[in-house]
């Protein structure tokens, strides 16, 4: 199971490497010092210039995974207006658990069996009830998310020569798979109800923050720019209707 965890494992050397960063790049690092014992990591994690600083490292490659992450995806987030560091932590967390081999195609760990495909996903839900059915659920909607997040190239590439399904199909599942997850006895006894009903709710803007991250560091040359453009274009413009 993902939890959201990933921001409460920061602590006093990724503070100092985050003043470090800010430092250098022009903030006043007394100031900086003064703001981290008055307000906490936060103020380090959410200032401005924080992702610059930290993409700007030459030693990109040796910095810690989870901060680089954190911080890029929450700034993303709050481009999008998803002010909610929960959902920036769980995004975190499904991004940092999902690189792992295989672990996107599984509901959890050590499962034996993989998924694929977000229907046989929901064949399976159809069927499965306590625990398990919890999982399927949660699963659902983090591969959902995670496949229309960081891979929206390649689903609109297949959208366009009607080989695949298109990003709505992906939200709509992936919405489902929170909602139902959101309901389970499991998900309230474990507190994570309201993560999941977020989750739901906020899915689009999720995704929208997750194709930013992708676009700037992981696919900032995409094979057809074209499919990124009209991509980009038609979120664009759901943003807009959505603000109206």
């Known amino acids: 199971m993902i939890l959201p965890d990933v921001r409460a ?3 006093r050397d990724d503070a100092a490497r985050l003043v470090y960063l800010l430092a250098h790049e022009g903030e006043d690092r007394t100031r900086l010092e003064t703001l981290v014992s008055e307000r906490g990591i936060d103020a380090l994690l959410d200032h401005p210039k924080a992702p610059g600083a ?3 490292e030459p030693g990109l490659s040796a910095l810690p995974l989870a901060l680089f992450s954190y911080v890029s995806l929450r700034h993303s987030l709050l481009e999008g207006g998803v002010e909610s560091r929960l959902m920036a932590d769980y995004v975190t967390s499904i991004f940092l658990h999902f690189a792992r081999e295989a672990r996107a195609h599984r509901i959890a760990e050590y499962d034996d069996c993989e998924y694929h495909y977000l ?8 069927e499965s009830d306590g625990r398990r059915g919890f999982l399927l659920s949660a699963h659902l909607g983090n591969f959902a998310l995670w496949l229309s997040g960081l891979f929206p190239d390649w689903i609109c590439t297949r959208e366009r020569r009607r080989a695949g399904p298109d990003l709505g199909y992906y939200e709509a599942m ?5 909602s139902l997850a959101a309901d389970a006895p499991f998900a309230r006894r474990q507190q994570l109800d309201g993560c999941y009903r977020d989750a739901a709710k906020t899915f689009t803007a999720l995704r929208v923050a997750l194709n930013r991250f992708s676009d700037r560091f992981l696919t900032p040359r995409p094979a057809s720019p074209v499919d990124r453009l009209l991509r980009q274009v038609v979120d664009d413009f759901e943003a807009q209707r959505l603000q109206a």
Request: aromatic residues 10%.
């Open 9 to 11: 494992s920061f602590g």
């Open 119 to 126: 229907v046989d996903l929901m064949a399976e839900i159809a």
């Open 54 to 56: 930290l993409a700007a």
């Open 174 to 178: 992936g919405q489902t798979g929170f």
